[in-house]
């Protein structure tokens, strides 16, 4: 089974930063990564999927990139409502999810 | 508007066995694959099983395999997970979601315990 690392698992920011969040494949996963916001009590969102497309709605301050096994995720320009957990997910072989990144305000 | 909604769950002792179902609407159902998702209290998300538009392909986490039975009835636009031999780890919050994972319903809880 794909075993998927994500980094950092916490991470203090303030409004206006710009984050970046990492996901790395135990082995090559083309571009089939996608990324999810989660609030809490809520159902998780999806972002981004192969990699770096955004799905509809995902405003332009969200971007993926990556391919093979190292991909990441950037907020360019925090605001209010993106503090949340995010999560990757790998669908290439079957799905693993991330372990998950807590963003919180600093 | 696509619609997903999850029924079936509550209190279950271990060793015993209960059912999920999900409702699709909003869009061709028989055309989708469709996934169940769980979340522990807590916890980050685990994809638990996956069964294609057709019934065809199927596919387990190796923590359910033998003891998860994911099936559809497309007639019915419904979706359902047969949950036999439950464990306190089997708490979670499970989600219906489409194959991309781009639609989820709000979750059915499931809790085991004595």
């Known amino acids: 089974a794909i075993q998927v690392t994500q980094s950092p698992t916490s991470l203090s920011a303030s409004l206006g930063d710009r984050v970046t969040l990492t996901c790395r494949a135990s082995q090559d996963i083309n571009n089939k990564m996608a990324w999810y916001q989660q609030k809490p009590g809520e159902v998780p969102q999806l972002l981004i999927y192969?990699?770096?497309t955004l799905q509809s709605g995902t405003p332009s301050r969200f971007s993926g990139s990556g391919a093979g096994t190292d991909f990441s995720f950037t907020i360019s320009h925090l605001q209010s409502e993106d503090f949340a957990t995010y999560y990757c997910l790998q669908g290439y072989s079957l799905w693993t999810f991330g372990g998950g990144t807590k963003l919180e305000l600093k | 508007e696509v619609q997903l909604v999850e029924s079936g769950g509550g209190l279950v002792q271990p060793g015993r066995s209960l059912k999920l179902s999900c409702v699709a609407s909003?869009?061709?159902?028989?055309?989708?694959?469709m996934n169940w998702i769980r979340q522990a209290p807590g916890k980050g998300l685990e994809w638990v099983a996956y069964?294609?538009?057709?019934?065809?392909?199927?596919y387990y986490a190796e923590t359910v395999k033998g003891r998860f039975t994911i099936s559809r009835d497309n007639a019915k636009n419904t979706l359902y997970l047969q949950m036999t031999s439950l464990r306190s780890e089997d708490t979670a919050l499970y989600y219906c979601a489409r194959k991309l994972m781009d639609a989820w319903g709000q979750g059915a809880s499931v809790t085991v315990s004595s």
């Open positions: 909003g869009f061709t159902f028989s055309n989708y694959g």
């Open positions: 192969y990699a770096s």
């Open positions: 069964i294609s538009s057709g019934s065809s392909y199927i």
